[in-house]
């Protein structure tokens, strides 16, 4: 098979460059694509410098990918050449667990094995993400895209869109459940306020910046409001059925908590670098309210979620960048200038290849 051309950290503190690898021949199941997009997720960076102490270099980071099919292994039986498709967070896991069996892969027992920086569960050999020219993947973790939406929008609702679609539907979001709060707009929040809104609730964004209000409701937020400001909090004390925190940033949780309603909950998505201060139990206790967490979605799930987004003409709102643009495209997003998700056109990596 012919040479991936891919772009990959070689240590911690060197950029991302050029790097050339051999995929894996196709196996039975398997589904190889040419990558035309590929969304930047911060985990991207986080993995890239190895502040989560875990990166095996080299590492080609990307796991917001959308490509065509170019190849299928001989038993392949979903996908075939010229198939739209796309791969999120996971390329496997152990497929036996209870999580696995109920279709929930991403809690697998046995750890899922990630895009990339993960270990093949056959040779052991590490994973390649997105930020290639092609990637070959096991069928049962490739995801059919909508023909219908714009396909450089389509990539970061692999991760940011299933991230916040798992907890809204788990919390039952919709006309029933009317009143929810998403926190902080970025390349999360943002997904989140498009699909509350396209699940038919009333939509409340949490921003510290003033400067958000207009684009929030753009997005879809019927209120917006700034959580730094005590008295505009007060106002809706007590009167939420949910909230998505998608903040990653160490904050104070108890404004939050208390303008839950009774059983009202608040799940968090966004991964602090350092935890947040433990929330006041009273204001749990009182009114039976609750915190919890949740991680990206199951294969099924996400699918789900790409169909929901076709009928609803749902995608990210992005800028769309070069190859050779990432490393800038990194230090913008450390300081969160960018609306919202930047986006991998993944010809330039090609066109570059070719010269
Ligand atoms: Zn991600
Ligand atoms: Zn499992």
């Not at 919390?171 to 029933?176: A, F, L, Q, R, T």
């Not at 915190?291 to 979620?305: D, N, P, R």
């Amino acid at each position: 098979m012919n040479i991936t051309h891919a772009y990959a950290a070689q240590d911690a503190k060197s950029k991302l460059a050029p790097f050339d690898y051999q995929p894996r021949e196709l196996r039975a199941h398997d589904v190889q694509l040419e990558v035309l997009f590929c969304g930047v997720c911060h985990s991207d960076l986080h993995q890239a410098r190895n502040e989560w102490k875990n990166t095996i270099f080299p590492v080609v980071p990307g796991h917001e990918v959308v490509g065509r099919v170019t190849a299928v292994g001989p038993e392949t039986q979903k996908y075939k050449v010229g198939d739209l498709v796309g791969v999120g967070c996971m390329v496997d896991s152990c497929r036996s667990c209870p999580s696995c069996q109920e279709g929930l892969e991403q809690y697998c027992e046995n750890g899922f094995v990630g895009t990339y920086n993960g270990e093949d569960r056959e040779t052991g050999a590490i994973t390649y993400g997105g930020y290639s020219t092609a990637m070959v993947v096991d069928e049962s973790f490739v995801l059919r895209i909508p023909e219908n939406l714009q396909l450089a929008g389509v990539a970061p609702l692999l991760c940011a869109g299933i991230t916040t679609y798992s907890p809204l539907r788990h919390w039952n979001v919709g006309p029933g459940k009317k009143k929810v709060g998403i926190v902080g707009l970025g390349g999360l929040g943002h997904m989140g306020v498009k699909i509350a809104h396209a699940m038919g609730a009333h939509v409340v964004l949490f921003t510290t910046s003033p400067s958000k209000i207009e684009d929030g409701k753009r997005l879809g937020a019927d209120e917006v409001v700034i959580s730094k400001d005590p008295e505009h909090m007060a106002q809706h004390a007590n009167s939420f059925d949910f909230i998505l925190n998608t903040v990653a940033a160490q904050h104070d949780l108890n404004p939050f908590i208390t303008l839950l309603k009774r059983d009202g909950n608040m799940t968090l998505v966004g991964a602090p670098e350092h935890d947040h201060p433990a929330p006041q139990v009273f204001n749990l206790i009182f009114k039976r309210r609750s915190i919890s967490g949740s991680l990206i979605g199951g294969i099924a799930e996400t699918q789900e979620m790409l169909d929901f987004c076709g009928e609803h003409g749902i995608t990210s709102d992005i800028e769309l960048i070069a190859m050779d643009q990432i490393n800038e495209a990194y230090e913008r997003m450390l300081k969160s200038d960018v609306k919202y998700r930047f986006v991998i056109d993944i010809n330039t990596l090609r066109n570059q290849s070719a010269a």
